[in-house]
């Protein structure tokens, strides 16, 4: 098992780690507003080991038609500090010392701390960011992170990204939750927040598993 979190600052939201919270749907952070999707990858321990590798070296994001730019590892000796367990409470501290890993492409692999700035449209609508990794989880059942933004974006807010091999029906799922407080003017009319956030999951689906997923 390894977790790892960065705590710092420097993201321009207050609730940091709450993607993990189990209420957030319920109890979503102050003028924030929620969103959470599951879909149904496969099934068997390839076929989790595949998502996860691909999750891990930015795929979701990469073949959703999103650029990359300036990723940078956390400043220093790598710090895993306070993560989250299955219900969203902070577990203890782990110093346990994380490897950087590479794609083949020489991308890095997400890393807990690291810093990027993601470019690109979503339908018309803008997904410019600069985002912080708060969270990685490598389990044997699970592995996901979380993004949070630091500036350049038109909304402020998080999301996580998990794959879960699950052990009671062998299933492969692939979750993602966010919650996004509009900053541009024009994503405060109603609906915008929504309409960029659902166009947004629907191309991550497509990046983890292009052929086929049974949405709930």
């Given at each position: 098992m390894r977790r790892g979190t960065f705590r710092e600052g420097t993201v321009d939201y207050a609730a940091v780690?709450?993607?993990?919270?189990?209420?957030?749907?319920?109890?979503?952070?102050?003028?924030?507003?929620?969103?959470?999707?599951?879909?149904?990858?496969?099934?068997?321990?390839?076929?989790?080991?595949?998502?996860?590798e691909s999750l891990l070296s930015w795929t979701a994001q990469r073949a959703a038609g999103l650029e990359l730019r300036d990723v940078r590892p956390a400043a220093g000796s790598a710090y895993t500090g306070v993560s989250f367990d299955a219900e969203g409470a902070p577990i203890a501290p782990n110093r346990t010392q994380v490897e950087q890993r590479f794609a083949a492409d020489g991308m890095p692999f997400v890393a807990p701390g690291m810093t990027l700035k993601l470019h690109g449209r979503v339908k018309g609508m803008r997904a410019d960011a600069e985002l912080r990794v708060i969270s990685v989880t490598e389990e044997r059942r699970r592995v996901g992170f979380v993004l949070g933004t630091v500036g350049g974006s038109v909304v402020s807010g998080e999301e996580s990204f998990d794959i879960e091999w699950r052990e009671d029906t062998d299933e492969v799922w692939f979750t993602v939750r966010a919650f996004d407080a509009p900053v541009a003017l024009l994503y405060r009319l109603p609906g915008m927040v929504r309409r960029r956030r659902r166009e947004l999951f629907s191309l991550y689906l497509r990046a983890i598993s292009p052929l086929y997923a049974t949405p709930i």
């Amino acid at each position: 098992m390894r977790r790892g979190t960065f705590r710092e600052g420097t993201v321009d939201y207050a609730a940091v780690g709450a993607t993990h919270a189990p209420d957030l749907m319920q109890y979503p952070p102050e003028r924030s507003i929620p969103a959470e999707a599951s879909w149904r990858l496969g099934s068997g321990e390839e076929r989790f080991r595949t998502a996860g590798e691909s999750l891990l070296s930015w795929t979701a994001q990469r073949a959703a038609g999103l650029e990359l730019r300036d990723v940078r590892p956390a400043a220093g000796s790598a710090y895993t500090g306070v993560s989250f367990d299955a219900e969203g409470a902070p577990i203890a501290p782990n110093r346990t010392q994380v490897e950087q890993r590479f794609a083949a492409d020489g991308m890095p692999f997400v890393a807990p701390g690291m810093t990027l700035k993601l470019h690109g449209r979503v339908k018309g609508m803008r997904a410019d960011a600069e985002l912080r990794v708060i969270s990685v989880t490598e389990e044997r059942r699970r592995v996901g992170f979380v993004l949070g933004t630091v500036g350049g974006s038109v909304v402020s807010g998080e999301e996580s990204f998990d794959i879960e091999w699950r052990e009671d029906t062998d299933e492969v799922w692939f979750t993602v939750r966010a919650f996004d407080a509009p900053v541009a003017l024009l994503y405060r009319l109603p609906g915008m927040v929504r309409r960029r956030r659902r166009e947004l999951f629907s191309l991550y689906l497509r990046a983890i598993s292009p052929l086929y997923a049974t949405p709930i």
